[in-house]
């Protein structure tokens, strides 16, 4: 599962349009059904940009889907291979936890290996209405 997810959010990653920082993300969203979604992140000229994990996530629940497994997150300098693991932002750690379970793995990828933490590890006082 896990290697299917870091491929998809790899191949997410090309479809980046990041003009601006030079920095491409690219994620892949499992869906309690088994469905992958994918997104990038993309760029406007004022900074303002909507991240891969968003992107991913706000498809698959326009397509009706509210529970999630797992997410697959890669990202770097544009053009290159990433270097170190990209860690989702904290707009997106909690637009996450509007629909996923503390348990829920977020998967952080790069060429030689990833790293795996769960919502509540990295967002450990989100909150919910």
Do not use: W
């Amino acid at each position: 599962m896990y290697e299917e997810l870091i491929q998809k959010a790899a191949e997410a990653r090309n479809k980046a349009y990041a003009p601006y920082s030079g920095f491409s993300v690219g994620a892949a969203l499992l869906t309690a059904d088994g469905k992958i979604y994918c997104g990038s992140n993309v760029e406007a000229p004022s900074f303002l940009a909507c991240c891969a994990e968003r992107n991913a996530l706000y498809k698959a629940v326009f397509d009706g889907h509210r529970n999630f497994k797992a997410i697959a997150v890669t990202g770097g300098k544009a053009g290159a291979e990433p270097e170190d693991i990209c860690p989702p932002c904290g707009i997106c750690r909690q637009a996450l936890n509007e629909f996923c379970d503390p348990e829920f793995e977020i998967i952080m990828a790069k060429p030689d290996g990833y790293f795996i933490k769960t919502l509540a590890e990295l967002l450990p006082l989100g909150f919910k209405e």
